[in-house]
């Protein structure tokens, strides 16, 4: 025992002397035993530390905690050397070898925790944290330590169960309620976050903090008065606090007192120069203000300050732009540009403020609104219904003339176009069956007078009924005209196409007289009126198709090979009287069909067909013109979009 | 003047339905001019096609007691197959002006040269607001519906459309629409503000810029 006190002595002084080496050799003498040197090394590290010598300690520590780190009380001093020395993740270390051996030290976790966090190792400091309050559920401290941990890793709802033990083993705490009452407004719990902060503030009227947390909250939660009495009084006591001050002036804002807002934060100005954010405060508030000089001046202070902040520039910009100071306004976006070439939504204001610049140039732009000498027009009276029409009748007219410009528009043949389909379809028939076949037509003498009666009828009613599908889908334009309604559109298609093919049938009957085929219908009430009811079938059909395609793009094909179908069953190059009856009963339902033997009746005297029913035809039409006219102001808004 | 009466219009957009108007009474007095002031998107094109008569409001009437323009804005009244000669005719015989004297007064005034002649399809869309900027002078209406076409063309055309304009201005009214602020505080002595499916008239333009600024930052 005597060399250990003989070593110890020299190891000492060796190490007084700061002489670590000698130290060394001292302790390293053989016949000393592990223990006793571990031992000796951590009284040897615990006076070099009391001695200020740290790096020396650590380092003694470090020898001890290697030779023997099962030890309790080496550990724990070496914990302890590593820990004041700022070595925390050694300390760490350590105090986890110890909790080995004692887990249940409540204390020890509590260290542990410590030099895990000053480590930055939060997940292990938490677990320590907790474990020390839990296994000591009445220290306040350790509560305090724990709940603090976790909700600086934002575990707001475990931090509120341990700020709440706390809490309960010291309630005058304003610290704890503060604490307590953050993590509870984080859980949206923010009733009882208030209270809590209320009851610090009232715990500790004078701390600072408690005032600033309680009015934050008071202002998430739109208790704008309240949150004006605590700031007021926070502010009274610290006279000095900025922080309180640029508070304060929030409030005021929230409480539309604008001008005390002012006041406040050129109060925090005052005391904080330096602060880019109070001065974008107040530049704000001043624009809102619209006191827009001042403003645009504090922004500028404020630009000058943080000269890396693109924002602020731009609001110095619009509040330039705002008070017409364009030539200010344009330097500012020139240094926006600048420092952020590539934002789009800079060049877009520094291009509007290049705009404007443009207008000022000159300077001679008439200022328009002084007209206080004028007198206003006087008023007209809402049209009435003749002069609605009469309006109407002007837009179908002007509409007529505008699509016969477009019906034939791609093709270089223009109108002629509408002349030669019936022609050329006429001659294809005549010659496929009068050629081919050797035969005569079923009634009359001539083939082209046959088909003649068939075609008209038929084109009237496919041109119809398909042209005007396209009537909406293609006026899109003109629709945007007030005056122009899709009834108009539709309507005056439909009227085109009447006009149009009464024509086509006029210069083709005369033709047909020029080479000697002269044939005059001998009814012309009857012709004329079967020519009206096609043409109204058509229209109602056409109305009905102009909406439909309007909905469904592809609604003019499904037509097209309808009318198709038609072609086959309407009796236009045959007669009906040539089916088998069966087969003719199932083809009197087409009305179509109708319309043509009237039409062929009305050319030859001798054609009375007894299938033929005009009422049929009549009731039809009549019902789908009713039906289109209806369906198309039924859904008149919901046509097309506005382009 | 133009009252809306009991007027509600919603918008079927992709993000939903967007309230243009709900349930306005205001009525909107000759001799003045409104210019007209909202947020992108609260409904000021609609607004002014509602005007317009372009488009119907779901429930209320318009009721226009003058003669009220087409919309003069971006989108097309013109068919692109016609020449720019008979687009005009089209439009002047629906009001039922003098052709003549509307085409001449059009190619005159909108410096399309040859284009004048040629299909619609063709022009730039400078020269189409051009072309429909020209017209809508042409004719003459008590009142213009103006959205946001006045920063058309060059600054010579532009300096000459004002100078049309106060001409025009000694008879009609203009109901305006745009961003620039400048524009507004030229052409319009009231304003009215559209928000929300509110619209609120000021007998003041500068009182309803303020508020219109004060309602954008507040939104920030």
């Keep these: 025992m005597s060399d250990i006190g003989q070593i110890r002595q020299s190891a000492i002084s060796a190490a007084f002397l700061g002489d670590l080496d000698a130290c060394r050799f001292h302790l390293g003498r053989a016949d000393v035993t592990d223990h006793e040197r571990a031992w000796l090394y951590c009284q040897l590290s615990e006076a070099l530390y009391h001695n200020g010598i740290h790096d020396n300690a650590v380092e003694c520590a470090r020898i001890a905690f290697d030779l023997q780190p099962e030890k309790e009380e080496i550990a724990n001093l070496c914990a302890w050397v590593f820990s004041n020395c700022g070595r925390h993740e050694e300390a760490a270390a350590a105090y986890e070898r110890l909790l080995v051996i004692r887990s249940q030290w409540a204390a020890g976790h509590r260290h ?7 480590a930055g190792q939060f997940d292990h400091a938490i677990f320590h944290g907790r474990k020390a309050s839990d296994l000591d559920p009445h220290s306040f401290e350790f509560a305090f330590h724990a709940a603090c941990l976790l909700e600086a890793a934002g575990r707001h709802a475990q931090a509120v169960d341990y700020f709440m033990r706390a809490a309960a083993l010291d309630p005058a705490d304003a610290c704890v309620l503060r604490h307590l009452s953050a993590a509870l407004f984080a859980l949206e719990r923010g009733e009882q976050a208030v209270a809590l902060a209320l009851r610090a503030v009232t715990l500790a009227p004078s701390d600072r903090l ?6 934050e909250l008071l202002l998430r939660t739109e208790r704008y008065d309240e949150a004006a009495a605590i700031i007021l009084d926070a502010v009274a006591v610290h006279r000095e606090d900025h922080v309180a001050l640029r508070l304060l002036s929030a409030t005021q804002i929230l409480r539309g007192r604008a001008e005390e807002a002012l006041e406040a934060i050129d109060r925090a100005i005052t005391l904080a120069p330096e602060t880019t954010e109070y001065l ?22 404020a630009a000058a300050l943080d000269p890396s902040n693109p924002d602020t520039k731009r609001s110095q910009l619009t509040v330039y732009f705002d008070s017409g100071r364009f030539i200010e306004a344009l330097a500012v976006g020139g240094e926006l540009i600048r420092t952020s070439p590539d934002n789009e939504e800079y060049a877009q204001a520094v291009l509007q403020v290049l705009n404007r610049r443009f207008e000022m140039l000159d300077g001679d732009y008439v ?5 206080a000498l004028r007198s206003p027009r006087q008023l007209r009276p809402q049209p009435t219904i003749f002069a ?3 309006t109407q009748a002007r837009v179908i007219y002007a509409l007529i003339i505008r699509e016969t410009r477009t019906r034939f528009a791609d093709s270089k043949l223009g109108y002629g176009w509408a002349l030669l389909e019936p022609v050329l379809h006429i001659l294809m028939l005549s010659v496929v069956f009068a050629v081919l076949m050797r035969g005569r037509p079923p009634i009359g003498n001539e083939f082209f007078i046959f088909y003649y009666t068939g075609i008209i009828p038929y084109h009237l009613f496919v041109h119809t009924s398909s042209n005007m599908t396209y009537a909406i889908t293609g006026n899109l334009s003109l629709l945007q005209l007030p005056l122009v309604s899709t009834f108009d559109v539709i309507m005056a298609r439909g009227l085109v196409e009447l006009l149009t093919d009464t024509l086509v049938a006029v210069i083709l009957l005369a033709g047909f007289g020029a080479i000697g085929l002269g044939v005059l219908p001998h009814d012309l009430p009857a012709l004329s009126a079967s020519v009206i009811a096609v043409w109204l079938l058509g229209c109602g059909l056409g109305f009905i198709n102009a909406v439909l395609n309007a909905f469904f793009k592809s609604w003019d094909k499904i037509w097209a090979q309808l009318t198709r179908a038609l072609y086959f069953c309407s009796g236009i190059f045959y007669v009906p009287g040539m089916m088998p009856d069966w087969v003719r009963d199932i083809l009197v339902w087409n009305p179509i069909l109708h319309a043509v033997d009237w039409f062929r009746s009305s050319f030859f005297p001798e054609y009375e067909p007894h299938w033929l029913d005009r009422s049929y035809l009549a009731i039809v039409a009549a019902v789908t013109v009713v039906a289109g006219l209806g369906f198309e102001r039924a859904l008149r808004r919901h046509l097309y979009e506005p382009l | 003047m133009i009252t809306l009466d009991r007027v509600s ?26 210019g007209i002031l909202g947020v992108n998107g609260a409904g000021k094109s609609t607004l002014i096609r509602l005007l317009a008569g372009s488009e119907m ?9 003058s003669r009220v323009s087409f919309p003069l804005g971006f989108g097309g009244t013109f068919h692109g197959a016609l020449s720019g000669r008979e687009n005009v005719t089209f439009v002047a015989r629906v009001y039922g002006a003098e052709v003549r004297a509307v085409t001449e007064y059009v190619e005159g005034f909108a410096e399309l040269g040859e284009y004048f002649h040629m299909p619609v399809n063709t022009y730039s869309a400078g020269m189409r607001a051009r072309l429909a900027f020209a017209t809508c002078l042409a004719i003459d209406f008590d009142v213009y519906l103006i959205d946001e076409v006045t920063e058309v063309g060059d600054q010579r055309f532009r300096r000459k459309c004002a100078e049309a304009f106060r001409e025009r201005t000694l008879r009609s009214d203009i109901i305006l629409v745009t961003h620039n602020v400048h524009t507004l505080r030229q052409y319009c002595d009231r304003g009215a503000i559209l928000d929300n499916g509110e619209l609120t008239l000021f007998d003041d333009i500068g009182m309803a810029l303020g508020r219109y600024h004060r309602m954008v930052q507040e939104s920030l």
Aim: proline share 1%.
């Design chain 1, 388 to 390: 609605a029409l009469h």
């Design chain 2, 57 to 65: 409001p779901d429930r209320g009437a318009v009721r226009r007691y």
């Design chain 1, 280 to 301: 974008l405060h107040r530049a704000n508030l001043l624009y809102r203000l619209g006191r827009l000089e001042e403003a645009a001046e504090t922004f500028g202070r």
């Design chain 1, 112 to 118: 542990a925790s410590g030099s895990f966090a000053a």
């Design chain 1, 210 to 215: 408690s005032a600033l947390h309680a009015t």
């Design chain 1, 367 to 371: 200022v328009l609104s002084e007209r």
């Design chain 2, 9 to 34: 219009k919603v918008y079927r957009t992709r993000s939903g339905r967007k309230t243009v108007l709900d349930n306005v009474n205001v009525t909107l007095e000759s001799g003045h001019n409104f």
